[in-house]
């Protein structure tokens, strides 16, 4: 069995190297020759635990080699990114031209996967593409869509064990995936149809933006009210039917902060709280940067000079190093940008550098701040004492009850 790879990113490079390791003969293909190349001398570009030692074993031993171009394969992956455009509408661009890559590579009897977040109807729409192209496929070749839902930093554990939801174009592609994704998922591979695995995909994360912005809006609620959220999040959560998750700066990475937009794009009527729940997340970032600004303000109305202050963390989420659409990031730069005389150090403990921001060491920041922003919640900020001769604005938890 071969398998081509289009796309060798954080999803498409960890799934091929598993399904390497389990028997597959792999060819990854990338268009940056970068990624190429280091892939080919056994190097991650990405930063994910365990992935490395699997990667030069498989490199090694010739299972896995990287590309700028297909090669004549029995299954095709299309790894790629989907990200949006205009006012939110998805892109399948980089979907459509790898399918283009390896149109004229299919044979009878192949197996063609969709594995990137896509909007409702791509599959069959890439369907189309492949029959009008080849006619002489029609009925011949195996089209499926299967998304992928690991958790990035545990992808190693997860690409095994998670349950995968396959939807077929039809019963019999349907059961031609869940062949290939059984050599190497131990999960359940739960069989439907290609439209209803696009949808789950889209679910699971707009129900995750959901929440999180229900616990989003109870910490702006609770501010107003003085109680302490994190306090009444956990009391709540002792209900047996009650799961609250947990407030922080705002909701950021490419995967939650976006395919929400790819139901709500084409289902403006219909998709209410699943655009306003975007809305409260991403509202939540601006709510936390006029907060600093305020706190900054009052404090010159209060000591006659400016403060010095840290901003803790700048990752999208914590003990990660990834700043992909990260509301930490965002609110440094809005602060930066309105109160651009003060002292304000930048702190983020899982990178050494970063081409705008210099960074301070987060002991450091902490004790020569007079107001301290904690907005991600990294674990070493919770070694940190509380200290009642500064201005702490916890929007991520680090102290709470
Ligand atoms: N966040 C909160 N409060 C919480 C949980 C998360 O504010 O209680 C924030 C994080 O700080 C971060 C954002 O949400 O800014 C997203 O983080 P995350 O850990 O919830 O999710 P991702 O984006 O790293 O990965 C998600 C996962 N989806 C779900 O949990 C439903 C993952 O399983 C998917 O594979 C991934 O999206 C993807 O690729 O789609």
Known sequence: ??????????????????????????VGVDINPQVVNMTNQGRLHIIEP?????????????????????????????????????????????????????????????????????PVGTTEKMAELIFTER??????????????????????????????????????????????????????????????????????????DMQIAFANELSII?????????????????????????????????CIAVDPYFISSEFPKEARMIAMAREVNNSKADWCAEKVQNAMLRFELDKKRKPAVAMMGLAFKPNIDDLRESPAKYIVTKVMQKCNNASIMVVEPNITEHKIFKLTDYREAYNKADIVVFLTAHTPFKELKWRDDKVILDFCGIFRK
């Open 1 to 26: 069995m071969k398998a081509c790879f289009m796309g060798l990113g954080y999803i498409g490079l960890p799934t091929s190297v598993i399904a390497a390791k389990h028997g597959v003969k792999i």
């Open 50 to 118: 365990g992935m490395k030692e699997m990667l030069q074993e498989v490199v090694n031993n010739g299972c896995l080699h990287a590309s700028n171009t297909p090669e004549v394969s029995d299954a095709y992956f299309m790894v790629v990114p989907t990200p949006f455009k205009g006012d939110h509408e998805p892109d399948i661009s980089y979907v459509e031209s790898a399918t283009r890559m390896v149109l004229p590579l299919l044979k009878q009897g192949d197996l063609y996967v969709i594995e990137s977040t896509s």
């Open 135 to 208: 006619p002489e496929l029609r009925d011949h070749v195996y089209i499926a869509y299967c998304p992928e839902r690991v958790l990035p930093g545990n992808v190693v554990y997860e690409l095994i064990h998670n349950d995968r939801v396959i939807g077929g174009l039809n019963e019999a592609s349907t059961k031609k995936a869940q062949e290939f994704y059984s050599l190497f998922v131990q999960g359940t591979l739960h069989p439907t149809d290609c439209k209803t695995a696009e949808m789950c995909k889209l679910t699971e994360n707009s129900c995750r």
């Open 222 to 254: 609770c501010e107003k009210a003085g109680i302490n959220v994190w306090e009444l999040i956990s009391l709540a959560n002792k209900h047996p039917r009650v799961n609250i998750l947990q407030p922080g700066c705002g909701v950021g990475g490419h």
